[in-house]
């Protein structure tokens, strides 16, 4: 997993490679902040192309950042703002200006602590194989997706095999969570023999684990 | 473990009523995948035609170094008449041409106000961004959409102007100074 310095020093040493694997990286990121801040499509595109101009050029200042994601957040929030400015009369603008970061869409959604659990979430899902994303989304970030029958279906899997595939991309996709420092709450404070060493000091202690009979989870088909 | 994993992304999706009990980090852990997941999956992905876009625009370091064409200016719709013959509009048109193409561009300049500017370039291939450098205040820079055409407005008092067309980090062409409110 390259780090975002490893990925900036290569586009400052001229790789083109390393500047699609940091579009690649925070494309979706930078593009979701602009849908939030209300922009359409046309305008969206016209200020993801300013946000890349000023990435490429603030690259050498950012080659020692541990995270883009603050001055991905507060730069594509300022263009948003100043795009939508752009499009107003005179008049509303003046009034806005009092109030540029709440207008650019700005709220509880996009605090940076929000923003980078939201990438690493994005980030993990995208190392998990197509079958993985398809089947955590269906069951878990796409509220109202309906039952296991209808997943199924849709995903062109057997229900039989939703279970061990739920499972495994599960623990996959907490594995690639905790390398990417995604908050494992309250495990720092487990005792040690009770880690497993498959996803380290973030697992919890044998006793508060269920004691289930296998199968018997909710409507999970194994 | 694996269970308890499985049963606490259950619950915090919804699809388990959460009696069993899940440790504490584990439940608050599922939590904050499921909600960040949820609020990933509600915005939508990236364009391809905009990631190339931004892709397109940069050129490695060793491709840099282009010379770069002046456009000069082969029109100018105030500049043979007298101010007074120029009527009530308050656009200009000029047209720069050059080595590898031309800029045509209007400037309206609202008293006391902002100058706009629109217009289109033609020639340069690829996603290029229109850079105005206003002699005062900060330098404007805005995308050239598809079929070439542009906008965008500088304060009034601004003064004069130059517009560089930039395909990445290489300026392709730029023109002279433009005064806004006419003058040669």
């Not at chain 1, 083109?16 to 494309?27: K, S």
């Not at chain 1, 994303?133 to 057997?158: C, N, S, T, V």
């Not at chain 2, 980090?25 to 931004?54: E, H, K, N």
């Not at chain 2, 043979?80 to 656009?91: D, F, T, Y």
């Amino acid at each position: 997993m390259s780090t975002d310095a490893d990925l900036v020093r290569r586009c400052l040493d001229g790789d083109r490679l390393g500047w699609a694997d940091l579009l690649a990286r925070y494309g979706d990121l930078i593009y979701g902040l602009l849908h939030r801040a209300g922009l359409d499509k046309t305008s969206a595109a016209d200020a993801f192309q300013e946000v890349s101009i000023l990435l490429w050029k603030s690259l050498k200042k950012l080659r020692r950042a541990e995270s883009l994601v603050p001055w991905i957040a507060t730069t594509t929030k300022r263009i948003a703002w100043r795009m939508k400015q752009r499009s107003r009369s005179r008049a509303d603008r003046d009034a806005a200006v009092a109030r540029p970061e709440a207008d650019a869409g700005g709220g509880p959604d996009d605090t940076v602590a929000r923003l980078e659990e939201e990438q690493r979430v994005r980030e993990a899902l995208a190392t998990l194989g197509e079958r993985c994303r398809r089947l955590l989304a269906a069951l878990y970030f796409q509220p109202g997706e309906g039952g296991y029958d209808e997943i199924a279906e849709r995903l062109g899997i057997p229900r039989g095999s939703i279970g061990p595939t739920r499972q495994r991309c599960l623990e996959g996709l907490r594995r690639e969570l905790l390398a990417r420092g995604f908050p494992a709450d309250g495990a720092a404070d487990e005792p040690p023999a009770d880690v497993s060493p498959a996803v380290g000091a973030a697992s919890p202690p044998a006793r508060d684990v269920p004691r289930r009979r296998r199968g018997s989870l909710p409507k999970g088909p194994s | 473990m694996n269970d308890a994993l499985v049963l606490a992304f259950e619950t915090a999706a919804g699809r388990a009523p959460g009696i069993e009990p899940v440790a504490a980090a584990l439940t608050t852990f599922a939590r904050r995948v499921v909600d960040a997941g949820r609020r990933v999956q509600a915005l939508p992905a990236c364009p391809a035609s905009v990631m190339q876009r931004a892709l397109e625009a940069f050129e490695a370091p060793s491709s840099r170094g282009v010379a770069t064409a002046v456009w000069r200016l082969v029109f100018d719709s105030w500049g043979g008449a007298a101010p007074a013959l120029r009527g009530g509009s308050r656009s200009r048109f000029l047209r720069f041409g050059g080595r590898g193409g031309q800029l045509d561009l209007e400037i309206v300049a609202e008293a006391a106000a902002d100058v706009r500017l629109r217009g289109t370039v033609d020639g340069p291939v690829g996603p290029l961004v229109l850079e105005i450098a206003p002699k005062a205040g900060p330098r404007v820079r805005v995308p050239v959409r598809a079929g070439g055409a542009f906008a965008a407005t500088l304060p009034g008092d601004s003064g004069p102007f130059t517009v560089a067309v930039r395909a990445g980090r290489r300026i392709v062409s730029r023109t002279g100074r433009i005064p806004p409110q006419g003058g040669r």
